[in-house]
C-alpha cells in the first residue's frame, strides 16, 4: 500500500512538473502587464528586460509602458515561474 501511495505521488508531482509555466512581469510605477515566456529558451529568466516589454506591447503602450511615458527609474521587471 505504501510503495502505491510513494508511486501515485511521484506520479502526480511529474504531471505538475510538466506544466510549470514562466512569465515576465512589466512594471511601470502603479502599472504592470504580464507576459508569458517560452519555455524553449534556455534561460527564459534572461529574456525579461525592459526592452524585451516594449518589444510585446500592443499599440505603442502596454498598460503605461512605454518609453514616452514611464522613465528607466520607474520602470522594472519581474520574472515569476509557476
Given amino acids: 500500500m505504501k510503495l502505491e501511495l510513494f508511486f501515485l505521488f511521484c506520479a502526480s508531482s ?35 528586460t525592459k526592452q524585451f516589454c516594449l518589444d510585446n506591447v500592443q499599440d505603442g503602450q502596454c498598460d503605461g509602458i512605454a518609453d514616452e511615458t514611464c522613465p528607466s527609474n520607474d520602470f522594472s521587471t519581474r520574472f515569476v515561474q509557476r
Avoid at 15 to 24: G, Q, V
Avoid at 27 to 37: D, I, K, R, Y
Wanted: glycine share 2%.
Fill in 14 to 48: 511529474a504531471a505538475k512538473a510538466l506544466e510549470i509555466k514562466t512569465f515576465c512581469k512589466c512594471f511601470c510605477g502603479s502599472n504592470s502587464t504580464v507576459f508569458e515566456l517560452s519555455l524553449r529558451e534556455p534561460k527564459p529568466c534572461s529574456n525579461c
